[in-house]
Structure formats: structure tokens, C-alpha cells
């Protein structure tokens, strides 16, 4: 009889989580961070330019950098008609001003004469997502802000610590990329569950499923294939 070396096995491969199992998650993270709520903005366009200001950059620069915007130009056509270098050097506080201001006026000379979003509150979601992400650098994760922040849409932004979070919990395969990662998340939670699981999941992954995980601090380990693995290794392995 052959017998495999520990070192020879392998995780087993990927399947699609039951509802029942995303249930089971979805209940230990509100156990651990409870329901939070939804209160949409209804400003899809500040929604869209916070969402294009926040990326690689922290939340308290990108608000600043927001808000010094806002101040220098209350309208969306004052920001599209400015000379570049102003609106420069209104974001500045949040970083990459260079690229990010000639990117923000391009997206908002697509808006059209008096730039618009309003209407994807009621489009069908699919349309809405599509003419997002037709936009100059606007992907998944942009797009799907903009829904689930501005009207509550069930889109479900996928950020770094998603992909790390639900990779590791079996989601969807740990290395997904976000495309994919995006469509299954969509494919597996609820509508109604959309925002309680973008929330936790990002707060799982700040404090404790972060890059290098304190699963012995994890409500979720005996659901989570990541950390069975690790154990079988850390188990049949030796150092
Ligand atoms: S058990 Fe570990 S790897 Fe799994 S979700 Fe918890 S912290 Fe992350």
C-alpha cells in the first residue's frame, strides 16, 4: 500500500458554499460585530469621487482631501470646468493628486451637461453597473460603492481585506482574482444581507483575520477551511 507523506497532501479542492453555510458565517460574524446598518447617501456622484480618492489612500486622508474639495467647488460642474491644477490642489491631502484630478474631471465630462447619476437608483442594477464601470478606471469595487453606499443596491464591494477574509473562510477560491471573487460573493449572500456581510467581513479583517491571523482568537476557525488546513499541516508537519 502507497501511503502519501504529510507533505504531500493537499488542501481539497474548492466548492460553492451552501446557503446554510453562508448563513452559519454570516450569524458567528454578527455574534462577533453585530448588524450593521445601511443609511444610504443618495449621492451616487460623492459616493463615486470619495470611492476614487479613498483608493490606496486612508479614510481620514481621503475624507480630508473630500471635503476640501466640496469647499473649493460646491458643484460637480465646477470641479469638471476647473483648471486642473486647482482641483490638484484641492485633493492634495489625500495623495496621487496628479493622476486622480485629470481622472476625476474626465468622469465627470461623461456625466453629461449637468453631471448625473441619479438615475441608477431605479435602472436596473445590471445597466447601472455596466455604465459605471464604462467610465475611466471605475472597477468592481468602484462601481459596486457607489450602489450599495449611495441607494442601498445589493452590490457588494470587494476590498482588500474581502479577498483576503473570504478566500481564507472558502468564499470563493483563495486565489479568486476580484472579478471572479465579486461575482461569487454575488452569487452566494442574499441581497438582504449584502451590506451586514461588506461591513464584517472588513472588520473581521482588521482586527482579527488580518495578514498574518490570530485564528485562536476566531469564533469562525472550526468553519474555516483555511484554518483546518493549518492545523493538519501544523499537525503532520513538523517545524
Ligand atoms: S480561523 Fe483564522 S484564517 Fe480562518 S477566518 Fe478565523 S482568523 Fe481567518
Same mark, same amino acid.
Given at each position: ?51 476614487? #480618492? /479613498?483608493?490606496?489612500?486612508? $479614510? ?8 476640501? #474639495? ?79 453606499? /449611495? ?39 442574499? /441581497? ?36 483546518? $488546513? #493549518? $492545523? ?6 513538523? $517545524?
Amino acid at each position: 500500500m502507497t501511503t502519501t507523506s504529510p507533505k504531500q497532501r493537499e488542501s481539497k479542492p474548492w466548492r460553492r458554499p451552501t446557503a446554510r453555510r453562508v448563513r452559519a458565517i454570516r450569524e458567528r460574524l454578527r455574534e462577533m460585530y453585530g448588524v450593521p446598518v445601511n443609511r444610504p447617501n443618495r449621492r451616487p456622484i460623492d459616493e463615486l469621487v470619495l470611492t476614487i #480618492l /479613498s483608493q490606496h489612500t486612508n $479614510d481620514r486622508n481621503s475624507g480630508r482631501a473630500f471635503a476640501a #474639495l466640496k469647499e473649493r467647488f460646491p458643484e460637480w460642474d465646477e470641479v469638471r470646468d476647473a483648471p486642473v491644477a486647482e482641483v490638484e490642489d484641492a485633493i492634495r491631502p489625500g495623495g496621487l493628486a496628479q493622476q486622480r484630478a485629470p481622472r476625476i474631471q474626465t468622469i465627470l465630462r461623461e456625466l453629461g451637461e449637468e453631471p448625473n447619476l441619479d438615475w441608477t437608483e431605479t435602472a436596473p442594477l445590471e445597466e447601472s453597473r455596466a455604465y459605471l464601470l464604462s467610465l475611466p478606471g471605475v472597477g468592481r469595487k468602484t462601481a459596486a460603492c457607489v450602489l450599495l453606499f /449611495s441607494w442601498g443596491l445589493p452590490d457588494i464591494p470587494v476590498d482588500v481585506h474581502i479577498h483576503r477574509v473570504g478566500g481564507r473562510l472558502g468564499l470563493f477560491p483563495e486565489k479568486a482574482s476580484l472579478e471572479r471573487a465579486h461575482d461569487e460573493m454575488l452569487a452566494l449572500v442574499p /441581497s438582504a444581507d449584502v451590506y451586514e456581510f461588506h461591513l464584517n467581513l472588513i472588520q473581521h479583517g482588521r482586527t482579527i483575520c488580518r495578514p498574518k491571523p490570530r485564528c485562536g482568537e476566531c469564533e469562525l476557525r472550526r468553519m474555516c477551511p483555511w484554518y483546518r $488546513d #493549518l $492545523d493538519h499541516r501544523e499537525s503532520v508537519v513538523p $517545524d
